[in-house]
């Protein structure tokens, strides 16, 4: 089982900036990619973005492109989540995956490992 650990969430004001990381252990493969994607409240979740282990090719939403980018470190088994020009629309819960079972270019990518999520709150 991998285990996924997220943190970095917290309040911060439109217009400002977060950042987020993910970091995964544990026996099982992680896979060759990891994602985050965000649930708000009484939403259904959504894909934000998606990175490869190997080659580091990344996979944003529309939403997010421009404002989010999202990297790793290798040696950490970690994925950060940079969030600038964050929005009120951008709160919810983001949540970390680990070992995808589907394409990443997609838009609703699919992954084997969850994260409990870290919470984003962004006032106007």
């Known amino acids: 089982q991998v285990l996924l650990v997220e943190s970095g969430g917290g309040l911060v004001q439109a217009g400002g900036s977060l950042r987020i990381s993910c970091t995964a252990s544990?026996?099982?493969?992680?896979?060759?990619?990891m994602g985050w994607f965000r649930q708000a409240s009484g939403e259904e979740r959504e894909f934000v973005a998606a990175?490869?282990?190997?080659?580091?090719?990344?996979f944003y939403a529309d939403s997010v492109k421009g404002r989010f980018t999202i990297s790793r470190d290798n040696a950490k088994n970690t994925v950060y989540l940079e969030m600038n020009s964050l929005k009120p629309e951008d709160t919810a819960l983001y949540v970390c995956?680990?070992?995808?079972?589907?394409?990443?270019?997609?838009?609703?990518?699919?992954?084997?490992?969850w994260g409990q999520g870290t919470q984003v709150t962004v006032s106007s």
């Open positions: 990175i490869t282990w190997s080659a580091g090719a990344k």
């Open positions: 544990g026996r099982t493969s992680i896979g060759p990619a």
């Open positions: 995956a680990a070992d995808p079972r589907s394409p990443l270019w997609v838009p609703y990518p699919e992954f084997h490992s």
